[in-house]
Nanobody, 125 residues
Framework: VQLQASGGGLVQAGDSLRLSCTASGRAISTYNMAWFRQAPGKEREFIRGIRWSGNTYGADSMKGRFTISRDNAEKTVSLQMNSLKPEDTAVYYC????????????????????WGPGTLVTVSS
């Protein structure tokens, strides 16, 4: 499956932004999907994930401002980001992985086989 993220751009602190990830090739209905981000000079960071069943997962610290959703019919996964902060500036990636993975694996990069090229989000103060 090929993934393409879109929706990034330059926004001001406090703004909202919605990222989309569109899949091509195979259907995504049997995959767990997730969003990661990587800021300059930092490691890739897990944001939120959504299981093939529709259940979401991830740290509570991200849950308040970041909401993940999926539309299997449209083969898209979205990330709604609210109250953005300058420290949210990063390249955002969507990823897909096998539905058989356990939660602890899904919280890291190793839980995903397929990655999109990323979309840049810049939040100015």
């Amino acid at each position: 499956v090929q993934l393409q993220a879109s929706g990034g751009g330059l926004v001001q602190a406090g703004d909202s932004l919605r990222l989309s990830c569109t899949a091509s090739g195979r259907a995504i209905s049997t995959y767990n999907m997730a969003w990661f981000r990587q800021a300059p000079g930092k490691e890739r960071e897990f944001i939120r994930g959504i299981r093939w069943s529709g259940n979401t997962y991830g740290a509570d610290s991200m849950k308040g401002r970041f909401t993940i959703s999926r539309d299997n019919a449209e083969k898209t996964v979205s990330l709604q980001m609210n109250s953005l902060k300058p420290e949210d500036t990063a390249v955002y990636y969507c990823a897909a992985g096998s539905k058989s993975k356990i939660l602890s694996t899904l919280l890291g990069s190793g839980g995903y086989h397929y990655w999109g090229p990323g979309t840049l989000v810049t939040v100015s103060s």
